[in-house]
Nanobody, 115 residues
Framework: VQLVESGGGLVQAGGSLTLSCAAS????????MAWHRQTPGNQREKVAA???????WYADSVNGRFIISRDNDKNMIHLRMSGLKPEDTAVYYC??????????WGQGTQVTVSS
């Protein structure tokens, strides 16, 4: 499965962005799809995940501001980000875990939030 992210960019604090991730194959059998982010010098952190049944998980730092969604028919996931803060600035990665481990990763898309 190849994953390609899109939708990143520059936004002012308080603004919104929607990231999208398109998969080259079917995601219907993928256990978990997720968004991670990484800033220079820091480890990659998971910010949101969605299971095949639609159950969602969010990091405390984004809970209430980000919404993850999954479209198995179009083989895509999205991350709607609202109330963006400068500390949300990072490269955002789409990832797929067919079983437990995130075996597939996209190339990342930059999100920059200006204060």
């Amino acid at each position: 499965v190849q994953l390609v992210e899109s939708g990143g960019g520059l936004v002012q604090a308080g603004g919104s962005l929607t990231l999208s991730c398109a998969a080259s194959g079917s995601i219907a059998d993928i256990n978990v799809m997720a968004w991670h982010r990484q800033t220079p010098g820091n480890q990659r952190e998971k910010v949101a995940a969605i299971s095949g049944t639609g159950a969602t998980w969010y990091a405390d730092s984004v809970n209430g501001r980000f919404i993850i969604s999954r479209d198995n028919d179009k083989n895509m996931i999205h991350l709607r980000m609202s109330g963006l803060k400068p500390e949300d600035t990072a490269v955002y990665y789409c990832a797929a875990a067919p079983q437990i481990a995130y075996d597939y990763w996209g190339q990342g898309t930059q999100v920059t939030v200006s204060s």
